[in-house]
Nanobody, 123 residues
Framework: QVQLVESGGGLVKTGGSLRLSCAASGGTFTSNTLGWFRQTPGMERDFLTVINYVSGTTYYNASAKGRFFVSADEAKNTVYLQMNSLKPEDTAVYYC????????????????WGQGTQVTVSS
């Protein structure tokens, strides 16, 4: 079964940028649609954005709109999340996930998850 592998997280100062990657390992994506979520300790995993990498269609949660940008390279089986103007409240573990069906906002709508990558924004 394909696995999702995130990378690109790290420590950045307020106002900085990071680009996260989510690559398919051991195969190719079995869905055209991939999503990004984030989670802080003790909180639920929050939906950020989703992309259909064939059509290029994207959708953003209000928390991500304007500063976060999702893109994809179908040939590389990789999805990206460009994060700009980062704030300390963006500190979280970021996950990519393969969409299965249902509401984009719900984690239950995704059937394969990456292991997550930590993003820490210092003030």
């Amino acid at each position: 079964q394909v696995q999702l592998v995130e990378s690109g997280g790290g420590l950045v100062k307020t106002g900085g940028s990071l680009r996260l990657s989510c690559a398919a390992s051991g195969g190719t994506f079995t869905s055209n649609t991939l999503g990004w979520f984030r989670q802080t300790p003790g909180m639920e995993r929050d939906f950020l954005t989703v992309i259909n990498y064939v059509s290029g269609t994207t959708y953003y949660n209000a928390s991500a709109k304007g500063r976060f940008f999702v893109s994809a390279d179908e040939a590389k089986n990789t999805v990206y999340l460009q994060m700009n103007s980062l704030k300390p409240e963006d500190t979280a573990v970021y996950y990519c996930a393969q969409y299965n069906r249902g509401n984009y906002f719900y984690t239950s709508s995704y059937n394969i998850w990456g292991q997550g990558t930590q993003v820490t924004v210092s003030s």
